[in-house]
């Protein structure tokens, strides 16, 4: 089937990647860099940096996203819109690897915002129902804001450190840190990561993006996407970092987002829901680390990442071939799922094994090292070691619940067995493994994946080996305590569920969704409004509105002239005189003419009136034109006479004075200006160069006409194109028969 | 001074006919703001009387005389105005052929 095929072929290739990555991360002694301007002039160059940290997180995309090319193949299929999907993903991973490997600010801001609208895509894809709609809306909205965050720290960091490069951002550390922008750039960037990484109060997003299809979830949801913050953070860790400042923002924030993650997951009996909350909480981990920011806690932050990864993502496709099999997701229906096929609870219990924590699984040495990083953590409240402990002991709860209980039997009965296909089975299998290989052999992964990453991030080795077994120490005891107290609140956890439901109910009027509906919902009000007021329809309006403008405009321009002397005697002669005044008075009376003759009549008045003035100052050319004009004018509207509509009584008393009104202040001010213009200008070097060049370039004595014809001939042969086109027009408008309506 | 007027009151007349309903007498202002237009770009080269003609014998324009520039300008402006109000006459017989009226609030209804 074509479909599987191309799956296939993709995932082999991620794969191929992944493979290169981690080969390409063993033997980079140095960052390879690689640019080439785009925009010079806003300092936008296209520039990669490809060190061990962006190999890493290279790795985890490609080797997870092999994985989810693979299972779509016995996911998607069925699926009307798969086709889409698949290529989005595909467009997801490249604006990812995009993400991790650029080293322009502003490029990777770029790659970010990809992650955002193809995620808005994604979470989308079931696009007829209206949840899913609402959902990829609500990611979109949540993930946007903080985009737009970020762009802000970027510019203003380009402001502080006159650099867009990570790399030299890095040397320039110190400038950023003295900089009174420094706090500013920290907030708005750590915006920027927690809305995308899911962070307390940003976090809800995250279990409403479960609509998207399983695949989706599994890479973008749980291994990708939301660890972009992360990444953020990581990589400004070098620059913002190490400050008061990072540390409160980032461990506050983490915490409360891995408490109320762990807690709310077990609230949920949609498995998905109840992964994507477990997600959170992890994240809530991984900013918490970076907040700590020592030595041993960035280490056991790239371990967690990894065994995270593995685990989530493997869960995940479990969910949706649990959904596959039984029909549903929902943990109050699911049991003896063991019994349909034990194949899938082997793939479940691995990765969730490394989700408990238990040895000899990745997960163990990751949970044994960020315990150790909070117990040796020189500035870290006990308060926090509590919500790491209660956190982590939720997290073992909610891996039973998502991967026990669904597959013990509640009945006696046997159900039929049935075969799930090979794609829906072997990626969280492969996933289990690897979690289990990579806890087996820690030392290899430590020293050739995770190792020169962290060298990488932070410019020295940590000196930390990954083992698997410490011996017994305090750690290993808080280990053992954390199985037991998950393993206990599993046994309570229906109470516990029902306990956190009354509060979230209780709490539910200051949830941070219900702030974001109430925004949404108040933006659109506001947005209806403006359009009500700003676009109402009325032309009158629109012109009204215009003039005011162009009135106030020229009001400022008014104040702003400096005072000249007006001189009042202006040529004036006796007949001007009298014809301006006749063409004024037509032009008033214009106002109020009651007939269309009447209205006619004065508007050739004071056409008649304009053609005199131009003849009486110095432009005999311009009257002729004039007057021509004026008879051409009367010769179309005698010939549309009989067929234009006739003259109504006009719009009320007050309308008109209002209008009335308006028009005066502009007309005023137009006066004005005008006196001023009659003595602002002297012949000007255009005009002098015309004067003096018709007669001897241009053997033209006349110099209008040679600048018309001569000078500025394709000027006219516009305006004669112009006058084809209306003409065009007129006889379309003209000829066309009634149309029946 | 009364010419600025003039203009002025020109504006003002072209002005408060456009905000008319009534589509024909909004030409009408479209018109009058055309001369009004016209107007205050030719002023603006100064004023002066002659003409911008090369005597014959001579080889450019003596001073003073009017500035040509403005008044090439103001020809181009005078011949694509009657353009644009010829098609916008068309276009209002044509509408009052369809709709009926010329009334634009009226018109805004039936869209």
């Known amino acids: 089937m074509k479909f599987r095929t191309s799956c296939y072929s993709l995932s082999g290739a991620s794969a191929v990647l992944c493979i290169f990555a981690i080969w390409a991360s ?132 380009f402001m502080a450190a006159g650099t867009l490069e990570l790399s030299s951002l890095e040397a320039n550390r110190q400038l950023i840190q003295d900089s009174p922008l420094y706090p500013v750039i920290l907030i708005l960037i750590a915006a920027g990561a927690f809305t995308k990484s899911a962070q307390f109060p940003f976090h809800f997003w995250l279990p409403g993006a479960m609509t998207a299809p399983s695949p989706v979830s599994a890479f973008l949801h749980s291994a990708t996407m939301v660890k972009a913050g992360i990444y953020l953070l990581a990589r400004f860790h070098p620059i913002l970092g190490e400050t008061v400042l990072w540390h409160d923002l980032l461990i506050g924030i983490g915490a409360a987002t891995m408490i109320v993650g762990a807690s709310l997951a077990l609230a949920r009996t949609d498995i998905k829901a109840l992964l994507a909350y477990t997600t959170v909480s992890a994240l809530g981990m991984l900013t918490f680390l970076l907040g700590l920011g020592t030595t041993l806690a960035m280490k056991a932050a790239l371990v967690f990442l990894l065994v995270h990864a ?77 919500i790491g402990f209660t956190a982590n002991a939720l997290t073992v709860t909610a891996a039973l619940l998502a991967a026990v209980k669904p597959f013990i039997p509640r009945t006696m009965d046997s159900p039929p067995k049935r075969k799930l296909t090979l794609p829906l089975l072997a990626p969280p299998i492969i996933l289990g493994i690897v979690s289990l290989a990579c806890g087996l052999f820690p030392t290899w992964v430590g020293d050739n994946l995770l190792e020169p990453s962290f060298q990488a991030l932070k410019g020295e080795p940590s000196q930390i080996k990954l083992k698997l077994w410490h011996g017994v120490n305090p750690v290993f005891i808080l280990s053992v305590l954390t199985l037991v107290t998950g393993a206990l609140i599993y046994w309570i956890h ?130 002729l034109t004039q007057f021509l004009v004026e008879l051409l004018l009367l010769v179309l509207i005698a010939s549309i006479w009989s067929r234009l509509p006739a003259f109504r009584p006009d719009t009320p008393k007050r309308e008109k004075r209002r209008d009335l009104f308006a028009a005066c202040i502009l007309g005023v001010f137009l006066s004005y200006f005008v006196l001023q213009a009659v003595f602002l200008n002297e012949h000007n070097a255009i005009s002098e160069f015309y004067a003096q060049n018709a007669a001897t370039e241009a053997f033209g004595r006349n110099v209008v006409n040679v600048i018309l014809v001569d000078f500025r001939a394709l000027d006219t042969m516009g305006e004669i194109t112009v006058l084809a086109i209306a003409m065009m027009g007129i006889m379309s408008l003209l000829k066309t028969r009634k149309t029946k309506r | 001074m009364i010419i600025a007027s003039f203009i002025g009151l020109l504006y003002i007349a072209g002005f408060y006919l456009l905000l008319r309903r009534s589509l024909v007498r909004a030409a009408i202002g479209a018109l009058l703001l055309g001369h009004a237009a016209n107007l205050l770009i030719f002023v603006s080269g100064g004023l002066s009387a002659g003409a911008p003609i090369i005597r014959e014998g001579e080889d450019s324009l003596i001073s003073p005389y009017p500035d040509p520039l403005p008044q090439a300008l103001v020809l181009t402006a005078i011949v694509i105005g009657l353009g644009v109000s010829a098609y916008l006459l068309a276009l209002i017989h044509r509408t009052a052929e369809i709709a009926g009226g010329d009334d634009m609030d009226d018109l805004k209804e039936e869209e």
């Not at chain 1, 086709?83 to 322009?104: C, Q």
Request: glycine share 6%; with cysteine.
């Open chain 1, 26 to 157: 063993m033997n980079l002694d140095a960052p390879y860099y690689l640019a080439f301007d785009w925009l010079p002039k806003v300092g936008l160059r296209i520039s990669f940096r490809v060190d061990s940290f962006s190999l890493f997180f290279v790795t985890l995309i490609c080797g997870i996203g092999s994985l989810v090319f693979f299972f779509c193949a016995g996911y998607l299929p069925g699926d009307k819109s798969r086709s889409r999907t698949l290529s989005i993903l595909l467009l997801f991973t490249l604006s990812m690897l995009g993400l991790v490997l650029s080293d322009n600010v502003l490029l990777l801001f770029i790659f970010w915002e990809f992650t955002t609208i193809t995620s808005f895509f994604l979470v989308g894809a079931k696009c007829e129902k209206k949840e899913a709609r609402e959902a990829a809306l609500q990611a979109l909205l949540v993930t946007v804001a903080g985009g737009m965050a970020l762009l802000v720290a970027i510019l203003l960091l």
């Open chain 1, 310 to 386: 593995c685990y989530k993502a493997a869960l995940f496709m479990v969910a949706g071939s649990i959904e596959k099999l039984a029909g549903t997701r929902d943990l109050d229906r699911l049991h003896s799922l063991g019994k349909m096929s034990p194949a899938l609870w082997c793939a479940a219990a691995l990765p969730a094994l490394s989700m408990c924590g238990l040895p000899p699984m990745l997960g163990f040495i990751g949970k044994e090292l960020i315990y150790e990083a909070k117990l040796i953590a020189p500035t870290i409240d006990e308060l926090f070691l509590l």
């Open chain 1, 494 to 623: 229906s109470y516990f569920a029902r306990m956190v439901s009354v509060v979230e109910r209780w709490s539910s009027p200051f949830a941070p969704e219900r702030l974001y509906a109430q925004l949404v919902k108040r933006f659109v009000q506001f947005a209806s409004l403006q359009t009500r007021l700003a676009q109402n329809g009325s032309l009158n309006f629109y012109l009204t509105v215009t003039l005011c403008f162009a009135s106030l405009l020229l009001a400022a321009a008014f104040f702003s002239l400096p005072e000249k002397a007006v001189d009042l005697s202006l040529l004036i002669h006796l007949k001007t005189s009298l014809i301006i005044l006749g063409a004024a008075a037509a032009a008033v009376l214009s106002i109020r003419a009651q007939s269309m003759l009447e209205a006619v009549l004065l508007l050739g008045v004071v056409g008649l009136g304009v053609t005199l003035f131009f003849v009486f100052y110095g432009a005999p050319d311009l009257a």
